[in-house]
């Protein structure tokens, strides 16, 4: 019998991007059972008592422990942008030749007025997806947003205004026309 022991072992890449799963997420869902018993199998009602801090023995919240973790968080970023890879993006999807159609200046906001606002969109996959589809010569306005820690991890983009913003405060970015808020629908106290 022979065992090939090459798929035993993870390369770089699988490791890297799984990373935040293994060692973030993996204790907290263990955690689980233990976790709910302990409370009476009652939901919580505060991000600061949950299985993470079970898990991690920790008071912060998932985002503050990742924070201090800078490897979690540059594998965080890679891992958002792997799962995505070879499926189709909104701009396969969407009917959006009309996007070259439109004149901003006309809309009635003028030069302030964003085509896509990207809120909590990382280290801008979406806006750099839309910003290549456009012809070069388009001006428009395309914001990303998210906290400064995973902005630091974007950089510069060339067509793309990146912004500070925690999305739990009140948007900044008024007159937009397309506001991308995908896979953040949560319930906040807030």
């Known amino acids: 019998?022979?065992?090939q022991f090459r798929y035993l072992i993870p390369d770089?890449?699988?490791l890297t991007t799984n990373f935040p799963s293994f060692e973030a997420q993996l204790p907290a869902w263990a955690s689980l059972p233990s976790f709910f018993a302990s409370r009476g199998y009652k939901a919580p009602t505060s991000a600061?008592?949950?299985a993470f801090q079970l898990a991690?023995?920790?008071p912060l919240t998932a985002f503050q422990y990742a924070a201090g973790n800078p490897k979690l968080m540059a594998d965080f970023a890679k891992w958002m942008q792997a799962q995505r890879q070879g499926e189709d993006t909104w701009l396969s999807v969407m009917q959006h030749e009309d996007l070259l159609d439109t004149n901003l200046e006309e809309t009635g906001k003028g030069k302030n007025r964003a085509l896509l606002v990207d809120v909590g969109g990382g280290i801008?996959?979406?806006s750099k997806q839309l910003r290549a589809w456009l012809p070069e010569e388009k001006k428009v306005r395309i914001v990303l947003q998210d906290l400064p820690?995973?902005?630091s991890m974007a950089?510069?983009?060339?067509?793309?205004?990146v912004m500070n913003h925690d999305f739990w405060n009140e948007q900044p970015v008024?007159?937009?026309l397309n506001l991308n808020m995908r896979k953040k629908i949560m319930k906040s106290s807030k």
């Open 1 to 3: 019998m022979l065992i």
């Open 12 to 14: 770089e890449k699988m």
């Open 48 to 50: 600061t008592d949950t």
């Open 56 to 58: 991690h023995s920790t």
């Open 124 to 126: 801008g996959h979406q």
């Open 149 to 151: 820690r995973v902005l």
């Open 155 to 161: 950089g510069e983009i060339p067509g793309v205004e």
């Open 174 to 176: 008024k007159g937009k």
